[in-house]
């Protein structure tokens, strides 16, 4: 009610100041601060809501959390931007999310892959009208290309594939290209977002169809890790590249195709899940003499975490399964917790005594 005076100045730089520190998983399993500018945010919003052609009316089924990339970015942010409105769902149950959809009229969606095989496979599924429906997105984990068809051929519209990461402010190699560039099963298409290369072990660019690194560059990278100097040069180039860590190749179309994660990230139902911090826990179990966790495929969460593990020897006759996983859903977040347990006599390992989780992921994969 009173008049303060002017406002104070206050030196601003969008591009170097930090608007916030979102923190990532990386390859040690603990947590990085990405630092993440004003302009890093104000670019990807500005992108987003371009390729969506968001407009003032949509209406975005929000599913990931505001701490999440993709909440953030690729949800709240356009929205807000555009004065467009944000149905945020704390929960997801399938015949819930379809009533809301069909009540508010929902336009968008960006959502784990497992939404859409849980909307898909339910009973009351055509019992509702999802006609509003314009753009659909999968982010988090890669879309089975049965269900991009499957999806397709129900709802009538088709269901991108994403890619992105914190460390990019959510933008990743073309992430939805949305001038007829569809093509079932890549994991994304183009440079809309920035510079994509693929690199061999050198750092050579590779030939189509090879696999490599995914390196990109852009106005959506980042500053690099908070107080982590040592990690910020391994993973971010001088010249503004990031190493993604992940593997895949670009066809002779420009479409991109995601192959395996270098790192060991386990990616369920779109949360990356750090092996090693699982591994932890398990380990404070008295009976766990040694310990090592994977991701096995699994139909609806793209990856689920299974726990494989040698116990001591008092301890063999006595502790079930069903023990281990009841201890990990009592003392860690839900989506971390092991959902299979195996015991076995050994765990292979180097010369050195390093557990090879490498040669565990191959060979129950191929079981």
Not at 82 to 103: C, H, V, W, Y
Request: net charge negative.
């Amino acid at each position: 009610a009173e008049d303060r005076g002017a406002l104070p100045e206050v030196t601003f730089q969008p591009r170097e100041d930090l608007a916030l520190i979102l923190y990532t998983s990386g390859t040690t399993g603990f947590p990085k601060g990405a630092m993440v500018s004003h302009h890093n945010m104000y670019y990807s919003s500005i992108r987003f809501s371009a390729i969506l052609g968001l407009e003032h009316d949509d209406v975005f089924f929000m599913l990931f959390p505001q701490f999440h990339i993709g909440g953030m970015v690729l949800n709240m942010l356009p929205s807000v931007l555009l004065g467009a409105t944000i149905l945020q769902i704390p929960m997801f149950d399938p015949p819930e999310a379809m009533r809301l959809m069909e009540l508010h009229k929902v336009t968008l969606i960006f959502a784990p892959p497992t939404v859409y095989i849980g909307i898909l496979n339910h009973p009351d599924f055509s019992k509702h009208d999802l006609s509003s429906l314009r753009v659909t997105g999968a982010s988090g984990a890669p879309v089975p290309p049965a269900v991009q068809r499957e999806w397709q051929e129900k709802v009538g519209i088709y269901l991108y594939n994403g890619y992105g990461a914190t460390e990019t402010t959510g933008a990743g190699p073309g992430i939805l290209e949305m001038k007829n560039r569809k093509k079932v099963g890549c994991e994304t298409l183009g440079s809309t977002m920035g510079e994509l290369k693929i690199v061999d072990e050198e750092g050579n660019t590779v030939l189509r169809g090879t696999v490599g690194e995914f390196m990109l560059r852009g106005p959506g990278v980042v500053r690099g890790y908070w107080n982590k100097p040592e990690e910020t040069e391994k993973e971010f180039t001088g010249d503004g590249w990031w190493h993604s860590g992940d593997a895949g190749y670009m066809d002779d179309e420009g479409f991109v195709y995601f192959v395996e994660r270098i790192k060991d990230l386990i990616i369920a139902s779109g949360y990356n899940i750090a092996p090693v911090e699982v591994e932890n826990h398990l380990y404070k179990h008295p009976a766990v003499l040694e310990v090592s966790v994977i991701g096995v495929q699994d139909a609806y969460r793209g990856e689920t975490v299974k726990a494989i593990i040698v116990l001591k020897d008092e301890h063999k006759d006595e502790v079930t399964e069903e023990e281990i996983l009841q201890f990990c859903r009592d003392n860690m977040a839900a989506y971390k917790a092991p959902k299979i347990v195996q015991f076995v006599d050994e765990l292979p390992k180097t010369a050195t005594g390093k557990i090879l989780r490498r040669i565990l992921r191959d060979k129950y994969t191929e079981e």
